[in-house]
């Protein structure tokens, strides 16, 4: 019998995993429906909650229609008051969360029939957190719809596994579809540091929200700059007085092209950059292969768990491909399981 999606989560015992699509129309939603259905089969209790909004049967940005986000008697799940209007679905309301949106007051509901339902008024990560712990006592699996470039719903410490949903949609031909898809899996699948006391300091500015410049005489400094931009320019002017050299550059917050260009500007050379996670990491293909040419390896303190990829090989914008041929080729690039959650063979 083949693996299916939710083996690999039942097998691994991850309590919560969040699904995130790297563009509109790669088979997020699809992807969500499916893990949600083969749970509920299973005799499993679950969670539905999504990081900003899914469901909605039109998206409001393209106009284009969008699968709905199917539940089951006894899912629990969370949304806004005013989302439940007009619904067929049978539900009653558990608790609520004090989390006021544009859409009303957002609740946390258990569905008491088969049904749609719209998933919005969480836009916040400590929003996210909070709605979370409200259902980590109630069920067996977690399933958090992760937005569309809010792929912090992925973070360690929101969910310990990921699935990433890519298509057609993201390319022009397949070969490019692949090549996309496989520099955001190197992204999502950064290594740490494999020194763990290093590990166990930087987790510590980091929680306090700092960052650092640790040079290779092992001084820590640390830096109340207001932007990654200001930071750079702080420590290149420390570095340009102490004559000290750096070790790791600790920067708690967004790494951007930008970033990347002050480090090769400032002749920042052969040494390691140090995120949170590589939700943080926002450079592309081009920039990332040049900081690796210059000696600049990247490393992250929490590592996401990315435990599968699932795929669509149709494209309602431009050329759709064969699935078949698709998924056999894609599979070959990675280590990670991948599925087409739709095809007959699954």
Known sequence: MKTKLSDLIINKNIETVSIIG??????????????????????FQIGVLSYGRDGEHVDLITGKKKPPVKVYPGNYFVTAERALKGTSLKFKKISETKIKSTMGQVNLYQSLSEGEVQLVGINRLSQ???VKNLLVNKTDFIIVDGALDRKSSALPKISGAMVLASGAVIGKNMEEVIEKTKYEVQKLQLPFLEDQNDILKLQRYCNNKKSVLWTKTGEIKSFKSPTSLFLMKDIKEYLAKSKAQAKYIFINGAF?????????????????????????????QMEYNYLTKNGVEIRVLYPINLVALTINPFNPEGKSFEKEDFLINIKKQFEIPVFNVKSEEY
Do not use: C, H, W
Request: net charge positive.
């Open 256 to 284: 951007t092209g930008t970033i990347a260009r002050m480090l090769i500007e400032y002749n920042l050379k052969n040494i390691t950059v140090v995120i949170p996670d590589s939700t943080k990491l926002f450079i592309n």
């Open 128 to 130: 996210l957190i909070l």
């Open 22 to 43: 790297l563009a509109k129309n790669t088979g997020k939603t699809v992807t969500l429906n499916q893990l949600i259905e083969e749970l509920y089969l299973k005799s």
